[in-house]
């Protein structure tokens, strides 16, 4: 048997609509009969500082167009059509280049391919991080990573570094001369959606498959921001492959990837399943974040190879904020791809009110019991708008409280008077009430609502995503109410409806001090109430499949 090479993700080039950044400090040198390209330090860094600007405040045309889909569709439920607007409006906000289209920024990934003639000064993630480096302390970015100072102590490194880069080889024909590279900001919502389950052959028979997702795409949940682009790979020479692969396919980087199998040990996306997939999605009822048919916008489905006796199975989200973009250097220059500059062009002529006639308007400046008794008329799914203080608080916050009331010292005041929105704010822009300040994942939490709401406290909170059944039985017991922020659109939310903020306590702990903020109308839905009802307790629930199939293969 002849040695044959078969690359196991084989895709053709992107093609996508260019933007030029610079063609200076690029040039070609002869060696020998080869050609090589020569890229200067300053080049590589500035690509990194323009991919880090565009894909914070910009998403692809394609993206917008599905969001404007869902608007359009009849079948939409008023929420989801209501989420898509709010998320057209929050991309228009944020592509102003101001205020980024999510308050957590995200950790900055490159994966770049390199051609074999390609000279730079060796150091190319050296300066790839000072583009970063550049991006995030002068724009009105978020610093989220956070270094261990001890096995237990962390400190906030404050220029949000370090960034993960992979450079790998390129070996197809042609690209000897071309650097390209892919740029993404993974925010922790969507990174914490990813997932890893080592399987076996039994699942590789359509019904067990469907079985296996209908259960575990349901544990995705909200918090990560849906609509999604759902990516699912099944196989893979190891388990971390697996993942990558994921990662990537839910960017839409491997979408030219064959669509059929063979034997030379190639991976194909499948795409009747990505469609069987879509369709499972949308009668789930989880919708775009409060009811619905848009769990996803799309789904990718890729089958790779595996060793016989392992089947990893990978799943992945890209999130409402659906930010990477290509890079490619060439002879010509260091080209970045276009992102959507206008996105204003997608929105309908119609307002929220057009939406849905059930909006409840909440005074926030009332005492606590007075919004409680305003809630407890609301059925779950009602959609609210919230005037007056809210108190902000996230995971450092909470820990600390609660090592102060195991010390035996009272709860403070402010958290038992107001409600409490679980969010971290991004750098507030010269001019600005508020950097972008949409809200983090409210599953972390969960531990701390019982005994809050013991001393008086969080009987009103405020996040993204759902809780857990012990959230719930707070609630009910304490008579509290967790209601549901719409995930995604932080830039909106900031210059629209958060008219003052300012640092309450705890003000070494950074963005994740405790705020106080003045809003008007912040748009909310009630999803735990305090009789017990939970509107993700259905939803999220897996339901008896009948899928008539041959046996398995």
Same mark, same amino acid.
């Given at each position: ?454 001393? %008086?406290?969080?009987?009103?909170? &405020? =996040? $993204?995503? +759902?809780?857990? *059944? ?5 609630? !009910?017991?304490? #008579? ?6 719409? %995930?995604?659109?932080?830039?909106? &939310? =900031? $210059?629209? +409806?958060?008219? *003052? ?5 705890? !003000?070494?702990? #950074? ?19 305090? *009789? ?22």
């Amino acid at each position: 048997m002849e040695f044959h090479y078969q690359d196991m993700l084989p895709t053709k080039d992107a093609n996508p609509e260019w933007r030029l950044i610079t063609s200076d400090g690029i040039s070609t040198t002869q060696v020998g009969d080869r050609t090589f390209l020569q890229i200067d330090p300053e080049v590589l860094k500035l690509v990194a500082y323009e991919a880090i600007h565009d894909i914070s405040h910009m998403l692809r045309t394609s993206h917008l167009t599905q969001l404007r889909a869902i608007i359009d569709d009849p079948d939409a439920s008023p929420n989801d059509r209501f989420v898509a607007i709010d998320l057209l409006k929050n991309a228009n906000i944020a592509a102003g280049g101001v205020l980024p289209m999510c308050q957590d920024t995200g950790t900055a990934i490159i994966s770049a391919k390199r051609g074999s003639q390609i000279l730079t000064s060796g150091m190319d993630e050296e300066h790839l991080s000072a583009g970063i480096f550049d991006a995030f302390t002068k724009l009105n970015l978020r610093y989220s990573q956070m270094s261990p100072v001890t096995m237990w102590e962390e400190k906030n490194t404050g220029t949000n570094l370090p960034a993960q880069i992979e450079i790998y080889s390129d070996t197809k024909p042609g690209h000897e001369n071309r650097y390209e590279l892919l740029f993404i900001a993974k925010g922790g919502g969507s990174a914490n959606k990813s997932f890893l389950f080592q399987e076996t052959k039994a699942v590789l028979n359509k019904a067990s498959f469907i079985k296996f997702l209908d259960e575990k795409l349901r544990e995705i949940g909200t918090s990560a921001c849906p609509p999604y682009h759902l990516s699912i790979v099944v196989g893979g020479t190891s388990a971390e492959y697996a993942l990558k692969v994921a990662k990537y396919a839910s960017t839409k980087y491997l979408d030219s990837m064959p669509t059929e199998g063979g034997i030379e040990g190639s991976g194909f996306r499948d795409l009747e399943m990505e469609a069987e997939v879509l369709k499972l999605t949308q009668g789930f009822g989880i919708g775009a974040q409060f009811g619905g048919k848009y769990f996803c916008h799309d789904v990718r489905v890729i089958r790779l190879p595996r060793h016989g006796a392992s089947c990893p199975i990978a799943i992945a989200v890209s999130c409402s904020a659906d930010r990477q973009a290509l890079v490619k250097i060439d002879a010509t220059g260091a080209y970045i791809e276009q992102l959507e500059r206008d996105p204003a062009r997608f929105l309908p002529e119609v307002t929220d009110e057009h939406l849905d006639d059930n909006v409840v308007h909440v005074d926030l400046n009332q005492p606590m019991d007075e919004i409680r008794k305003t809630l407890s008329q609301l059925p779950v799914k009602t959609r609210i708008m919230l005037s007056g203080p809210l108190i902000v608080a996230r995971d450092l916050a909470h820990a600390r409280i609660l090592e102060m009331l195991d010390r035996g010292e009272p709860m403070p005041e402010y958290f038992k008077n107001h409600a409490v929105y679980y969010a971290g704010p991004a750098k507030t822009p010269k001019g600005y009430a508020s950097g972008s300040f949409g809200p983090t994942t409210a599953g972390r939490m969960d531990a701390y609502v019982d005994r809050f709401q013991q001393e %008086g406290a969080s009987m009103v909170m &405020l =996040a $993204k995503g +759902n809780r857990s *059944k012990a959230v719930t039985a707070a609630c !009910a017991e304490h #008579g509290g109410f967790y209601l549901g922020s719409i %995930g995604g659109p932080a830039a909106r &939310l =900031a $210059k629209d +409806n958060i008219r *003052k903020v300012e640092v309450l306590d705890f !003000a070494d702990l #950074g963005m994740e001090a405790v705020w106080k903020i003045e809003v008007e109308n912040f748009p909310a839905f009630v999803v735990v109430d305090d *009789k017990g009802n939970d509107f993700f307790a259905e939803t999220l629930r897996p339901v008896t499949l009948n899928i008539a199939v041959g046996p398995p293969a």
